[in-house]
C-alpha cells in the first residue's frame, strides 16, 4: 500500500468514525435510557482507543507526504492538525472521560449536558477541520493549489 493510499484511508475512516460517535452521542439521547446513555459513553471511549493509532498513522503519513513543503495549502494542513490534536487532547477525551463517569454514576443533569454540547461541538470543530484538509489533500494530490483558506473557499 502506497503512503498516499494509507493517508487517503485513514483520513475516510478517521472522519466516519468521528461521525458516528457524534450521531450515537446525539442519537442515544432520543431514547432517554440512562443505561443506553452509559452504553454509549463507554463505547465511546473504546472508540477513542480504536481512533487514537488510526490518527496516528493519519498524522505520521501526512506528515511524511508533505515532508519539507512550505507551499501555502501544506501549511494549511499542518495549522489545522495542529488544533485538530489540540482540541482531541484537551477537549475531547477530557470530556469523553467525565461523560463517562457521569453517565455511569447515573448523574445525567446540567454539566452533564453541558460537558455533552461541549464534546459534540469540538467534534463538529474537529469534523469540519478534517473535511478541509481532506479537500486541500486531494486538489494536492491532483497537483493542483489548494483552495484559498476558509469555509467559503471554492472546493
Known sequence: MTLRRL???AAIWTMAWITGLVVATLGVELTGDPAAIALVK???LFAIVL??????????????LAGA???????????????????GVL???PCA??????????????LFYLLKAVLVAAACTNLTLLGLNFRDG??????????????????
Open 7 to 9: 493517508h487517503f484511508l
Open 42 to 44: 463507554r463505547g465511546v
Open 51 to 64: 481512533l487514537a493509532p488510526v490518527m496516528m498513522t493519519l498524522g505520521w503519513a501526512g506528515r511524511r
Open 69 to 87: 513543503s512550505r507551499a501555502p495549502g501544506v501549511l494549511r494542513k499542518k495549522r489545522r492538525v495542529l488544533i485538530l490534536s489540540g482540541n
Open 91 to 93: 477537549v475531547l477525551i
Open 97 to 110: 472521560l467525565a461523560l463517562d463517569r457521569l453517565a455511569s454514576a447515573g448523574e445525567i443533569g446540567w
Open 138 to 155: 486531494l486538489a494536492l494530490a491532483r497537483g493542483a493549489p489548494a483552495p484559498e483558506a476558509g469555509l467559503a473557499a471554492r472546493p
